[in-house]
Antibody
């Protein structure tokens, strides 16, 4: 079955970077893309950006431009999200989700990765 | 402040019908971009309920339906059940922002 499995929880200090992985299985990796979505405690969903599984083309949310990098490794069917210069308001549950293109429905979601930023 | 506006909460008794609105603008829903709806049960990842304005993935009961008119979209749930108690989010693309936008979410309470 189609599945996205994310890496484990992270605790980081302000100013540090975090890298979250999302390993895909059960479908042809290059036929789809990934959106990354985060959810701060008790808050709604915030779209962070999208990356193509075919050619690595990216589309980042304006708010995170300059701090965010998304990559893929087609040899291991894994997507990565790196966020730099972490602040306390980056504390959230981070999800990867599979989609066809930017704006397409997110039809399969990872289990989420908790990132806590605290001094 | 979300680009797509949803009511913070709605409620209904079992068996009733409820609707959740999602109001956007001429740069997103009003521009014709697809609207998708997600259900998020407590402590779980969101799950797609409606895609492409009014399509249900396999496995989603036909009690759930979506519609769109102008800059707004709606999710309707008929025959309300206790297990429908969850947060619901709308999702679309915004041509001005050149990115995806979510509604702020609506908490559905089944009385």
């Amino acid at each position: 079955q189609v599945q996205l499995v994310q890496s484990g929880a992270e605790v980081k200090k302000p100013g540090a970077s975090v890298r979250v992985s999302c390993k895909a299985s059960g479908y042809r990796f290059s036929n789809y893309g990934f959106s990354w979505v985060r959810q701060a405690p008790g808050q709604g969903l915030e779209w962070m950006g999208w990356i193509s599984g075919y050619n690595g083309r990216v589309n980042y949310a304006q708010k995170l431009q300059g701090r965010l990098t998304m990559t893929t490794d087609t040899s291991t069917s894994t997507a990565y999200m790196e966020l730099r210069s972490l602040r306390s308001d980056d504390t959230a549950l981070y999800y990867c989700a599979k989609d066809k293109n930017v704006g397409s429905a997110l039809d399969v979601w990872g289990q989420g990765t908790t990132v806590t930023v605290s001094s | 402040q979300s680009v797509l506006t949803q009511p913070p909460s709605v409620s209904g008794a079992p068996g009733q019908r409820v609707t959740i609105s999602c109001t956007g603008s001429s740069s997103n829903i009003g521009a014709g971009y697809d609207v998708h709806w997600y259900q998020q049960l407590p402590r779980t990842a969101p799950k797609v309920l409606i895609y492409g304005d009014n399509n249900r993935p396999s496995g989603v009961p036909d009690r759930f339906s979506g519609s769109k008119s102008g800059p707004s979209a709606s999710l309707a749930i008929t025959g309300l059940q206790a297990e429908d108690e969850a947060d619901y989010y709308c999702h679309s693309y915004d041509g001005s922002l050149r990115g995806v936008v979510f509604g702020g979410g609506t908490k559905l309470t089944v009385l």
